[in-house]
């Protein structure tokens, strides 16, 4: 009696799975994405793909096929032709970009980087116009690029020819050239503020590529309640946002619409014509 038990609960279980298998197939198929793999459940085409050559495993399904990391579905353009069809000659139509979970958990949609449709059109072209107000292409920004080139070759002068890790004043001088016009403001680079931004920039680029991250984007539900460094991450994201959030509060103390002095108070003016409130969101860093 016992082996009769396990022996229909075994076949109920390879019932169960090949119909929800079937199911699976017939709900990734009967969709409008060009062809690819057949994927799996949970984990996707992941276990189909040769990591060492994803094209030619996918050549069969021609330069344009579907590919799911996990349970999310990517279309691949695999080709010159291709890729200059949709870039270029319907650049229109491929403007908008995928979601990044553990950047939209803190962002919500909202940002320069970030953001899709209107929002994003809005933002962007907001941003070139104020960029190229401020000097973007011109002299002027040349002269605050030259200026922190002096300053850079100050502080390699400071070594006295002694053997040190570049890395880290190479990636200040441009830094600080981006924050002279957000905030009008350049940081000297041991000033205590500006190497917390620096931690803050640098810890997170470092992991943003982390097999960490890229498994929290592909199954950010299931992952967001987990511990783990995607918590470390988002804290630090949260962090950068504060930070912004505390320079916006100070040039809103010494706002003069008639003379803007530098981005944020490009933004604040924009933030000051209603229409624009429902569009953007002043705490974005992104």
Known sequence: ??????????????????????????????GRLPPGPTPLPIIGNMLQ??????????????PVYTVYFGPRPAVILHGYEVVKEALINQGDKFLGRGCFPIIDDIQKGYGLLFSNGERWE???????????????????????VQEEARCLMEEFRKTESQPFDPKFILAC????????????????????????????????????????IQTYNLWPTLIRYLPGKHRVFSKR??????????KVKEHQESWDPNNPRDFIDCFLSKMDNRKYLNIVKYGSCY
Not at 131 to 139: P, Q, S
């Open 1 to 30: 009696m016992e082996l009769l038990e396990i022996i229909t609960l075994a076949l109920v279980i390879c019932g169960t799975c090949l119909i929800f298998l079937l199911l699976w197939k017939k709900s990734h198929t009967a």
């Open 49 to 62: 793909l040769n990591p060492k050559d994803i094209p030619a495993s996918l050549s069969k399904y021609g």
């Open 122 to 144: 809005q933002m962007r072209r907001f941003s070139l116009m104020t960029l190229r107000n401020f000097g973007m292409g011109k002299r002027s920004m040349e002269e605050k």
């Open 173 to 212: 001088a441009p830094c600080n050239v981006i924050c002279s016009i957000l905030f009008n403001e350049r940081f000297q680079y041991k000033n205590e503020t500006f190497l917390f931004l620096m931690d803050l920039l640098n810890e997170n680029f470092k992991e943003v590529n982390s097999h960490w």
């Open 237 to 246: 994201l949260n962090d950068l946002k504060y930070f912004i959030l505390e």
